[in-house]
């Protein structure tokens, strides 16, 4: 697994000193990504590319065990097309690439680069919708797409990022609705019982809704540091492009209807949101469900006899089970303990000549440092007993993290107090105004998270102007 | 299965009356693709897509087996990246797309969308590449890649394409050249043993070649009407591009040297080649290893008495081991049989009440059409065998197709005549010179598609000038 030419693992800086340098520091040193001449855009490298790989299979899993198919639509979109739909042109519009030529010929109509496709999918759905027979459609893609972002970050914020696009359309509001929510809980899942992540599911407020929807819901972790991170969306439609884009099906009763729509995506940020959530001073931390190698083998004092043989035995034997590496070259333990630390392998098996005389090896776990001497008889148990528990243990200390960082604020000078002097989430009342939104924003610098489901009012004024309010919400900073 | 607003299966072209209109029927009629408002390029629905997917997961499992490892490139270049290759830019400047503005300002360097990735893979390796220990280097990337053509046909020539490209770097010439011919052979395994597709492996000639490369090799199919598909490359590139872009690593005896560079690529190009090679008046035929479904349960007089449960119990049984579908639509069978026939579903089962009472079924291959009675306790074991037979079958088809469409020519007179009257390959010696091939172009309208391996010559002079001649060609037309 280690790369060839280099000579020792090189230092990263604290995540408490700079958690903005520590995390670049690991994308690079734990060979995630690259950087190009393409400004703001990223070379995924095979080790972050295989834990992309991962996730996609995971979630393609769970799209298609609730009836999704996946399509591939165009990735340009031509202007006239684009502007359809009033509100999604003007959210988009300002961030896109624009191809305005082809060869050497200027085009007749520029075409953006896809930024989303909402508007491709409309224009087929409007093709092949005809009758209530012909629904739901449950069609999702696997893409790239392009914002053209100011500033960038790797996997956190891209000109171009790897993602998953749902596009659904539905006979009635009440199925559209089911399916937002269905889907936001696939992605909610997928976070704490694959990644380890908790999120708090809920509504964005009017002000951070998609761009043409009807209402955004969002699963919203919270990394190391305090700041938020929007893990998934899933969008409400209504029939609002259906009416933009003419789609109509005719429904049992003869009468032509307008189908319900819904957009869900998740992309290559969850990357960012692994890292900045289990990542350590040593470098990434990483869920056993995508982390690329599951179980290293590192041999120690391997030039004596047996050494390498029982440590292939034990690699093939894990192998048969699980994502097993070995490192069989000439490097020090040490610095083979170094690099799988840095890569954020779950568990090494560390195995010697005291060990193979003992008939045991000793497994070391990445998230808490934890020895555990094992007879070589239980070896897979012991791995695939601990890689679970790994996953519970992150969930677990992510958890502990959120609820230290999270405060209720019931008047403005304690959340402007709070925002000041804290970071994490801030729970507060509002009253549903985008004016008291905008004012938590230019005097605290908060924005909101989140509208959470399963409401538990700490109030009932807003924290901002007052007012009556009913709505408790996560507000904080996010990345 | 079935779309649900469908109400019969419309008539396709017969596939010797128009070729081309039978193919453009197919890719509509069996629902592989649809038209955009986006000018040369396709929508790929569902059951298009499916085929891609089953495409990806067979090479992708030899590319991981012979050491290959994922990542991914941005999907722009820098004009001056694009342009540090001499050859390399001048093949494919006149056909890219340009991104000329990010929002709504004008980009101080325009970035074409990539049409082939050897730019950005070499900006990266020279990054990445120190030592002699760092090699090999076998990266291959999945994405879209766009060349502005302008006449265009969905999967054979779109402007957006899906494919692979690998891209590798070695120490040595021999092992990049044995890295060419290894991937090249891969491609055939798969089109022969998977696809059921005969291919002819060879070299293309200086004038065929890839931009940039210095040989270039190709795996060529004949479709049913006579045309060859270039059904994947595979390109040596010597040291060209490492010293175009300064990449160099350090050998074991302390000097710098050049590394050498491969790339090979398969795109959604092969769906048009499995649609020609097998398809008939019926619709699509797919191979197993490819189809979306392998076997579809169709229930005959449903609504007797048992029919709908033996129906779905033999459906249950087939999907532990195949991709298995059923259709209970209340759709005629004959319309079923049609719809599974258009969608080229390899094997139908069929069950009725007579088939309960003698404990039995039947199945109908689509190749063939050859009807098999079999005892429900043998389904699994007839099933597998038969998938097996049906590849051997459609492989051997296309093999006697292929051999009926071979001639040879001794003479320019002959080639002519050959040419002008029969659709296929035509063997001819060639005495190397580039003004030989393209006055066989001009007179005889047939371009070379490969020098093939294992040589057998058919005479010593050029079949153009007369001249000397030491080397076989396969001419002919192509798609």
């Known amino acids: 697994m280690a790369e060839g030419s280099k ?13 903005a340098q520590w995390y670049t520091d690991i994308v690079k040193k734990a060979d995630l990504i690259d950087y190009s ?8 490298r095979p080790y972050g590319y295989a834990i992309w790989e991962n996730i996609q299979r995971l979630l393609d899993t769970r799209f298609k065990a609730t009836g999704h198919q996946n399509v591939y639509m165009p990735m340009f979109i031509p202007e006239s097309l684009l502007q359809k739909e009033k509100d999604h042109v003007e959210g988009f519009a300002p961030e896109v690439a624009w191809v305005t030529m082809g060869g050497s010929e200027k085009l007749t109509e520029k075409l953006c680069v896809r930024p989303t496709s909402e508007t491709l999918f409309c224009e087929h759905y409007a093709n092949i919708i005809r009758s209530y027979r012909d629904l739901p459609k449950l069609y999702n893609q696997w893409c790239s797409v392009v914002r053209w972002e100011k500033t960038t970050r790797p996997f956190l914020r891209s000109r171009e990022f790897l993602w998953q696009e749902g596009h659904t359309m539905h006979a009635t509001a009440k199925e559209a609705k089911e399916e937002t929510i269905r889907m936001l809980d696939i992605y909610a899942d997928f976070f704490e019982n694959d990644l380890g992540m908790p999120v708090v599911r809920g509504q964005k407020t009017e002000k951070e809704k998609f761009a043409g929807a009807v209402a955004t819901y969002t699963v919203e972790a919270l990394m190391h540091d305090g700041k938020a991170l929007q893990g998934g969306t899933s969008h409400y439609f209504g029939d609002g492009f259906a009416r933009a884009f003419d789609i109509q099906y005719l429904d ?5 209807k307008y189908p319900h729509q819904t957009s869900w995506g998740v992309s290559t940020r969850i990357i960012g949101g692994i890292i900045m959530t289990h990542g350590d001073d040593s470098g990434l931390v990483l869920p056993p469900a995508v982390a690329p190698i599951q179980v290293i083998v590192i041999p120690v004092q391997q030039h004596k006899a047996g050494v390498m043989e029982a440590a292939e035995d034990i690699r093939a034997r894990l192998a048969v089970k699980f994502r097993a590496d070995a490192d069989y070259t000439d490097n020090s333990p040490g610095w083979k303990f170094s690099e799988c630390e840095m890569k954020g392998i779950p568990l090494r098996v560390e195995i010697g000549p005291r060990d193979i005389e003992a008939g045991q090896c000793v497994i070391v776990r990445r998230d808490n440092r934890e020895k555990i001497v094992t007879p070589l008889a239980d070896l897979e148990r012991v791995v695939e007993e601990q890689l679970k528990d790994i996953t519970k243990s992150l969930f677990e200390k992510a958890l502990q993290n959120r609820e230290n960082r999270t405060e209720n604020a019931h008047t403005m000078e304690e959340l402007i107090e709070i925002a000041s002097t804290k970071s994490g989430y801030i729970r507060a009342m509002w009253c549903g105004d985008r004016a008291c939104e905008e004012t938590l924003k230019e005097k ?3 924005t909101s998270r989140c509208i959470p489901f399963g409401q538990a009012p700490i109030g009932d004024t807003c924290v901002c102007c007052g007012k009556p309010a009913t709505k408790l919400v996560f507000w904080g900073k996010a990345y």
Chains 1, 2 share one sequence.
Do not use: H, P, Y
Not at 10 to 18: A, G, K, N
């Open 444 to 446: 605290a610098d908060v």
């Open 37 to 44: 001449s393409v400004k703001g855009c990223m070379i995924i």
């Open 7 to 19: 000579k020792f693992v090189e230092q990263i800086t604290d995540r408490d000193t700079d958690f």
């Open 252 to 256: 049992r009763d003869n009468t032509l």
